[in-house]
């Protein structure tokens, strides 16, 4: 920060505050300059005398013109300088010195009284220059204070950024990315809180994995884990499925929670079929490695409590409920490439989807026998 700079800072600056010599410099030139002219007048002279030989003449009359006239300046500076420190002080002591010394010259000479005004002059720059550092001093102190608020709100902000990553990256564990960034802070706190909520749930399997595990080296065991959970998992984040939990070769995904969304049955129903075909792909390539695996998937749909359970550092976004139950046992039932759907499931998107009635089936925790169907595909709209 310049001197004219820390002037504007205090409001009282306007361009006629800007000298051309740095402030506090003119007064230490004004009367640097005077008593130079006033005591050194011999020197002065003696200067042109080495080149010439003989020395000059000075009129007295021009001697005391430049003494008050350089007192003047430093005068001038010192007004200059006022607007910056907002002390009269030094002006007062400039205004007295030069008056003095006008005085003794014009008036009543006396080399005391021309000695004293002197000596208030050099009082009055160095008390400006005093009030001047005095002031910047201030000013640094203003400007650090400043920046270490601005700091610590940089701080602030920087751990609220951290905050609002870690909350995302948590959501984004059993959320697709594209929806966890639009659940908003009272969005999870209402989540944190045990709700009821209508969902359509997708579990899905390998079949034969436990004997493909038994059978195989941990190593191809982890790689067919990983690409099964990284290519289906993609699915999911596509169709901005909620991801309840995977464990082993399954996992559990439900629609409508958070985040409502339209026709979650549906959306179910097609996020299976691509699962379907998504593992037929991959199921090309393990079969050439004699892989045999298979792949089933159960939907089902209904009224399920919803919310976060676990401990500090590990919670899981799940749910509960009859229709959560069904989906599992109705994946367990499902046979290789087969997607076996409730009656209720069926009946929703019944003028979309092609299916084959497998009659009323036992299922385990379930007293009475339920209907169920395997879905072949969806009409073509």
């Known amino acids: 920060m310049t001197f004219a700079e820390a002037a504007d800072s205090t409001g009282n600056s306007t361009a006629e505050t800007r000298s051309i010599l740095p402030n506090g410099i003119t007064a230490f030139f004004g009367a640097g300059a005077s008593i130079l002219v006033c005591y050194g007048k ?7 005398a080495l080149f010439t030989g003989s020395m000059l003449e000075f009129n007295p009359h021009f001697q005391a013109v430049l003494m008050w006239g350089f007192g003047a300046i430093a005068v001038y500076g010192l007004i200059q300088d006022r607007r910056i420190h907002g002390s009269l002080v030094p002006t007062v002591l400039g205004v007295v010195s030069v008056v003095t010394i006008i005085a003794t010259l014009y008036g009543y000479y006396l080399v005391a009284a021309e000695s004293f005004g002197y000596v208030l002059l050099l009082s009055a720059a160095f008390t400006n220059q005093i009030m001047i550092l005095n002031f910047l001093n201030r000013e640094v102190k203003v400007k650090a204070l400043e920046v270490e608020d601005l700091n610590s709100g940089l701080e602030a902000r920087v751990r609220e950024q951290v905050n609002e990553i870690d909350r995302l990256n948590q959501l984004r564990r059993f959320l697709s990315p594209e929806v966890a960034n639009l659940v908003t802070e009272q969005q999870e706190k209402t989540m944190l809180q045990s709700h009821r909520a209508y969902i359509a749930t997708v579990f899905c ?12 080296e941990p ?13 289906l998992g993609q699915l999911v984040a596509d169709y901005q499925g909620t991801i309840d939990h995977r464990a082993g070769d399954g996992m559990m995904v439900f629609f409508n929670d ?3 969304c339209e026709e979650p049955v549906l959306r179910a129903v097609e996020l299976a079929l691509s699962m379907r075909e998504r593992f037929n792909e991959m199921n090309r390539d393990w079969h050439r490695r004699g892989y045999e695996l298979g792949f089933g998937v159960g939907i089902a749909s209904g009224y399920a409590t919803l919310g976060i359970v676990g401990f500090e550092g590990r919670y899981d976004y799940t749910a509960n409920g009859n229709a959560v139950n069904l989906c599992a046992r109705l994946s367990d039932e499902a046979g290789d490439g087969q997607i076996l759907i409730d009656h209720k499931t069926f009946v929703e998107i019944e003028d979309k989807d092609e299916v084959e009635a497998l009659g009323e089936l036992e299922l385990k925790g379930f007293a009475s026998k339920i209907r169920v169907y395997d879905l072949l595909g969806l009409h073509v709209s």
């Not at 011999?42 to 042109?48: C, E, Y």
């Open 42 to 48: 011999t020197f002065l002279l003696a200067i042109p």
């Open 205 to 216: 399997d390998l079949r034969g994995f436990t004997s493909f595990s038994v059978n195989m």
């Open 219 to 231: 190593e191809e065991v982890m790689n067919v884990l990983q690409a099964f959970h990284e290519s």
């Open 258 to 260: 958070p985040l409502p």
